[in-house]
């Protein structure tokens, strides 16, 4: 099942929508910064947000473009990058690095200041959640179908190898985030995410790559949904077709008398022409 990742810069808190979790170039279109040669680094994108659950790659694309389709955000000045740098005040000497304290001057305590959500992340979390609720009928009919399956309701009802019935019953649609202040943005804004969609924790190994995500192999880092569903013991997967082809090429037939007769007249021709143009 595909899924929907929302990635954040770590130096400008742009924000990057993709339906695979490995970014391509084309993506920049969506924040104005995309020419031929520009590549991109994949260290400074993190997921914040992934929907996962999603019935189809049709469905997945078609909310992404609703997404982007909303207002996009104003872009951001270059101060902006950089947090603003505070005056520490001067400490109080003492009487052994040669001068006298005064009595009651004190250094004051910088309170520590708390994260701000980086206006970008807000607008793209914001129009999500109203593509969510505007446009969520599918996603709310196969979460419907997941926790028919988790009850046992369709225990007995017989099993197909389509992707419609095995992708689309797998689990019900739900919302990973990275840190708790993205989910709840949106109150600012006067939104509320639908009763339906469940919220968890994204956890992130070595700050990028997520665990236990549904939709996800954190041991290949590629996406689920890339296989064929119907490939159930295996037999369409690019290891097994390597290994068919490493067997295959063994078990060859020995060429024939005149394939190697050929073959040894053609070398021999060749280097008899070489020879004459040596000579000439």
């Not at 902006?80 to 001068?99: A, D, F, N």
């Not at 985030?177 to 956890?203: C, G, I, N």
Request: hydrophobic content about 35%.
């Amino acid at each position: 099942m595909p899924n929907l990742y929302l990635f954040r810069n770590v130096l400008t808190s742009k924000v990057l929508l993709s339906t695979n979790y490995i970014l391509k170039p084309h993506l920049y279109k969506q924040i104005g910064e995309h020419w031929p040669s520009h590549s991109i680094r994949p260290d400074h994108w993190v997921p914040f947000v992934v929907l996962t659950g999603i019935p189809s790659l049709d469905l997945a694309k078609h909310l992404q473009e609703l997404v982007l389709s909303r207002k996009p955000a104003p872009p951001l000045p270059i101060a902006s990058y950089r947090y603003p740098i505070y005056k520490v005040p001067s400490r109080m000497l003492l009487e052994s690095e040669g001068k006298t304290a005064t009595e009651g001057e004190e250094q004051p305590i910088l309170s520590i200041r708390p994260y701000a959500v980086p206006d970008d992340i807000r607008d793209r979390v914001s129009h999500l959640c109203e593509v969510l609720n505007e446009h969520g009928e599918g996603l709310k009919k196969a979460n419907d179908k997941a926790l028919a399956r988790m009850t046992g309701a369709t225990k007995n009802a017989r099993v197909e190898t389509n992707q419609s019935t095995t992708v689309a019953g797998a689990y019900p649609p739900s919302l990973y985030w990275e840190r708790d202040e993205f989910r709840t943005v949106v109150a600012e804004r006067q939104l509320f995410w639908p009763d339906w969609m469940s919220h968890y924790k994204l956890l992130l190994k070595r700050g990028r790559f997520p665990i236990d995500l549904p939709g996800y192999d954190s041991r290949r880092l590629v996406d689920k949904y890339e296989e064929d569903p119907t490939d159930l013991m295996g037999f369409k997967s690019r290891r097994f077709k390597r290994e068919v082809r490493r067997q295959d090429s063994k078990t060859l037939a020995a060429p024939s008398e005149e394939m190697i007769r050929a073959s040894r007249v053609t070398k021999m021709s060749k280097r008899m022409n070489k020879d004459w143009i040596y000579r000439v």
